[in-house]
């Protein structure tokens, strides 16, 4: 079955977190269709005191408010690199696997999430965008006839690095 043209190297290699917010060794790799995570900042004016014969006053000068990192990774849905089960994990709360081949994979609906995961999102040969502290806030997972399944995974991250050589390095695309 041919597989839908993947771009360029776009993969999103993720860690679970043992505290939130803190960077983990990625443990497994997904490859991705498509990834909308950035950082977004908002900025607010800065309030000033004018008077009322000021005429034509305009607030040029602004701080910045909060900076919030957060969008989708969209890829097929598949035990590749078991990041379907991951983000089937983090999306409902708990996870158990029994059973010596073949295994029985039980996920339920948690009072809590898990803690977190740390990720590395990487465009091509470029350098990574370091993420930490991410919760998966919806999973969404759709299947053509005929098609494999696609899984859109939205998440919200608690602070994220400067673009650099991903540290701890991503792990290898199985193939």
């Not at 034509?56 to 890829?75: L, P």
Request: charged fraction near 15%.
């Amino acid at each position: 079955m041919a597989v839908p043209y993947l771009g360029r190297d776009l993969r999103f290699a993720l860690g679970e977190e043992s505290t939130w917010g803190t960077e983990v060794a990625r443990t497994m790799t997904i490859r991705c269709i498509s990834a909308s995570v950035q950082a977004r900042a908002t900025h607010a004016p800065l309030p000033h005191l004018v008077s009322a014969a000021a005429v034509g006053a305009v607030r040029s000068e602004q701080y910045q408010e909060k900076e919030r990192t957060h969008g989708e990774i969209k890829f097929i849905a598949s035990y590749e690199g078991n990041g379907l089960g991951l983000a089937l994990k983090h999306a409902m709360g708990t996870a158990a696997d029994s059973g010596a081949g073949p295994y029985t994979h039980t996920l339920t609906i948690g009072a809590t999430l898990p803690t977190g995961l740390s990720g590395a999102l990487q465009r091509g040969t470029a350098l990574a965008e370091e993420l930490y502290g991410g919760k998966v806030s919806k999973l969404v997972l759709e299947c053509d006839v005929g098609k494999p399944m696609m899984a859109t995974m939205t998440m919200v991250f608690k602070n994220a690095a400067a673009r650099a050589a991903a540290s701890p390095s991503l792990p290898a695309l199985i193939a």
